[in-house]
């Protein structure tokens, strides 16, 4: 069975290299538009992004991202919102709220698959450096970079190598045997 | 003689904030990570000083520096990768004493 979405789905890659090609700005903001309809426990909307597309910003974020072995030509920063977490008694630490970062961080790699960039997680970074150099206010958590540009004919190898995964390798039916 | 300088403020800046914020986010991170770290420092590194250093240690960087193991051998073969890893420790040790001199005292 096959269509438009699990094809996306399906050739989806994370792009570790990625092209000197600049992105319009209006593509980061088709991708933002995207994030807005993940799913979001209780629709408490605890996350907050931000774009950058500064070359000189993006250069601070990877000084202080190890994880990041791309050159992005931009940067959307997920973060948790802290007080606004708390507004509703929940701690910003709670497994819901970090739930969410991955749903928003799919729905970005997604919608940047679909408009032909090359995309990729990046959760290795000082959260306290990136505060600095975002200049985000107190209670902002930074908690995962989606890089964005057009991904390089070439890619680095994994850190592993990739080993066949069925869904059933992955799935139990009803209940564990 | 004093040796060359080979890094600027900017790449020395950029190395300095990789290797502090790796040394905490190494904190929460696998294991695995910590070899892959380092070596993307030294890459970094050797990128940004192979125009002013010496031919000696031009060499190095481009001939043993870039037969670095595959990352994904480490979770395949982790003997073969560390196997991999020495002969490149091998090199830079070569590479020092060539560069230093052997038994060469200062005292």
């Known amino acids: ?177 | 003689m004093p040796s060359a300088m080979v890094l600027n403020e900017d790449e020395a800046l950029e190395l300095l904030a990789f290797l502090i914020t790796a040394a905490r986010t190494q904190l929460d991170e696998a294991a695995e990570y910590g070899p892959l770290r380092m070596l993307t420092a030294a890459g970094r590194l050797a990128d940004f000083i192979a125009e002013r250093a010496s031919p000696g240690t031009r060499g190095l960087l481009a001939g043993p520096l870039k037969e670095l193991p595959d990352a994904a051998l480490r979770a395949v073969d982790p003997t073969k990768y560390a196997a991999q890893l020495d002969v490149v420790c091998r090199a830079v040790g070569e590479h020092l004493v060539s560069h230093f001199g052997s038994g060469r005292s200062e005292s």
């Open chain 1, 1 to 177: 069975m096959t269509n438009a979405v699990l094809e996306a789905i399906r050739t989806r890659r994370v792009a570790r290299a990625l092209t000197d090609a600049p992105i319009d700005r209006a593509l980061v903001e088709e991708i933002l538009k995207a994030a807005r309809w993940a799913p979001s426990g209780g629709n408490r909307r605890l996350h907050r992004f931000v774009a950058v597309q500064d070359p000189m910003t993006i250069r601070l974020l990877r000084m202080a991202s190890p994880g990041m072995f791309q050159r992005p030509q931009a940067v959307i920063v997920i973060c948790i919102d802290g007080p606004r977490a708390r507004s509703f008694g929940m701690l910003p630490t709670a497994k819901g709220v970090y739930v969410d970062v991955g749903t928003a961080a799919q729905t970005m790699l997604l919608a940047a698959h679909s408009l032909g960039l090359g995309a990729g997680p990046v959760t290795s970074f000082s959260r306290a450096a990136v505060g600095a150099i975002l200049n985000l206010p107190e209670g902002l958590s930074p908690e995962m970079f989606i890089c964005l540009g057009y991904a390089a004919p070439e890619q680095p190898s994994a850190i592993r190598p990739r080993t066949p995964v069925t869904w059933q390798s992955l799935s139990h039916w009803e209940r564990f045997p």
